[in-house]
């Protein structure tokens, strides 16, 4: 691992494709704090993501999403979960794999639908077809995903997926 880098875990994926509950599991195994990037910009903001969407545009919240990521680098030992679109821009790609070991949870949309149909609290993904927004957004994010440092399979239930992302994560550390 990069000795400048910060020695954290930071998680991307899909909406759905369970950063926050893997997140959590991380963060009671490792001890680290967790943080939820989605929930940081809700509490600075004083509004719900879907708020800020309707409010202000997709635009504007890409910009919060950097500006709060920016914030981190003083932190040290978290775990971070990211926003299904943060890995999307190159600035936050760069700053995100300076703040620690990036860790892509790949999930089939599939399995992300069973998980996810019903919630509206997504809200690129409040359309008539959810699950066709899925594959979407796979197709048009996959690219990027993939340029974290490792790609785990999130298909398994959250103690495998842990445990795999601790094990590559302790296995570079040293």
């Given at each position: 691992?990069?000795?400048?880098?910060?020695?954290?875990?930071?998680?991307?994926?899909?909406?759905?494709?369970?950063?926050?509950?893997?997140?959590?599991?991380?963060?009671?195994?490792?001890?680290?704090?967790f943080i939820d990037l989605d929930s940081l910009i809700e509490e600075t903001e004083g509004l719900k993501?879907?708020?800020?969407?309707?409010?202000?545009?997709?635009?504007?919240?890409?910009?919060?999403?950097?500006?709060?990521?920016?914030?981190?680098?003083?932190?040290?030992?978290?775990?971070?979960?990211?926003?299904?679109?943060?890995?999307?821009?190159?600035?936050?790609?760069?700053?995100?794999?300076?703040?620690?070991?990036?860790?892509?949870?790949?999930?089939?949309?599939?399995?992300?639908?069973?998980?996810?149909?019903?919630?509206?609290?997504?809200?690129?993904?409040?359309?008539?077809?959810?699950?066709?927004?899925?594959?979407?957004?796979?197709?048009?994010?996959?690219?990027?995903?993939?340029?974290?440092?490792?790609?785990?399979?999130?298909?398994?239930?959250?103690?495998?997926?842990?445990?795999?992302?601790?094990?590559?994560?302790?296995?570079?550390?040293?």
């Amino acid at each position: 691992m990069n000795k400048e880098k910060n020695n954290s875990i930071i998680l991307t994926g899909l909406p759905g494709s369970g950063k926050s509950t893997v997140g959590k599991f991380l963060s009671d195994k490792t001890g680290f704090g967790f943080i939820d990037l989605d929930s940081l910009i809700e509490e600075t903001e004083g509004l719900k993501i879907t708020e800020i969407f309707a409010k202000f545009g997709e635009k504007y919240f890409r910009t919060l999403e950097t500006d709060m990521i920016k914030t981190l680098k003083s932190k040290n030992s978290f775990i971070l979960s990211t926003g299904g679109g943060t890995f999307q821009n190159e600035d936050n790609i760069l700053l995100l794999k300076n703040l620690g070991t990036v860790f892509y949870l790949n999930v089939s949309p599939d399995i992300i639908y069973e998980r996810i149909k019903g919630d509206r609290t997504r809200p690129l993904l409040n359309t008539k077809d959810p699950k066709a927004a899925l594959f979407d957004l796979l197709l048009k994010r996959d690219e990027n995903y993939k340029k974290a440092d490792y790609t785990v399979n999130a298909a398994q239930n959250v103690d495998d997926t842990a445990n795999e992302i601790l094990n590559i994560y302790e296995k570079n550390k040293r």
